[in-house]
């Protein structure tokens, strides 16, 4: 979603257009959330300036409170993966997604890396190969909407990243539906978490 409080930007020509208020997201963050992938084919709804609100109000509250995200932001930028520390352990996290239209990061524009793009994924990939840290986790947002089963190619497709990125955990979501969770060289892939809270899935 985007995060913003401004009712006057223009919204994409999409069915689905997805916004939030800072103060929902305030309250997550109260709550006890303080990790967050935002890279999916909704933080664009409100295009460029909505992706700028979302930085803005995300970076606000960062100065308040430690939260790390990752996902939005110029090409460059994106390709290195968010470094933290969490009671003494060294995390490297970072967030891929399907990107319609222009919205692909570019050097001097921001958006998101595109999973579907050999060449993002492989350049963060091998991001995560040079980086030592304790958890290597990568976000992926991909994948046919309400499918169980993966989607073709897919499986090795993930499985690059452990082999050649020494990465310890993908986090696969867009489906909208629990696909298979994979332990492969010790390592987890979960290829769909499904919904943890969607009102429109609740039948």
């Known amino acids: ?19 939030t208020h800072p103060n929902a997201f305030l309250h997550l963050v109260d709550i006890g959330f303080n990790f967050f992938s935002i890279a999916n084919n909704h933080a664009y709804d409100l295009k460029y300036q909505g992706m700028e609100e979302t930085l803005k109000n995300l970076k606000s509250v960062s100065q308040q409170t430690p939260i790390y995200y990752h996902g939005i ?9 968010k470094q933290f520390e969490v009671k003494g352990y060294r995390i490297a ?23 579907r793009s050999k060449e993002d994924y492989h350049e963060l990939v091998a ?3 040079n980086i030592s840290a304790d958890l290597k986790i990568l976000s992926i947002h991909y994948g046919i909407e309400g499918k169980v089963t993966l989607d073709e190619k897919q499986k090795k497709y993930y499985e690059y990243a452990i082999d050649q990125g020494d ?3 993908i986090i696969g979501h867009h489906p909208h539906a629990v696909r298979p969770v994979s332990l492969y060289k010790n390592k987890l892939i979960f290829y769909s978490l499904g919904n943890y809270l969607m009102l429109g899935s609740a039948n």
Do not use: H
């Open 1 to 19: 979603t985007v995060v913003t409080d401004d009712n006057s930007i223009i919204e994409e020509t999409k069915r689905f257009k997805f916004k």
């Open 73 to 81: 932001g110029k090409r460059a930028e994106l390709l290195k993966p």
């Open 93 to 115: 996290f970072a967030a891929i997604s399907i990107v319609e239209g222009n919205y692909a990061a570019k050097n001097n524009q921001i958006g998101l890396l595109d999973i």
């Open 127 to 129: 991001a995560f190969k």
């Open 167 to 169: 990465v310890d955990l």
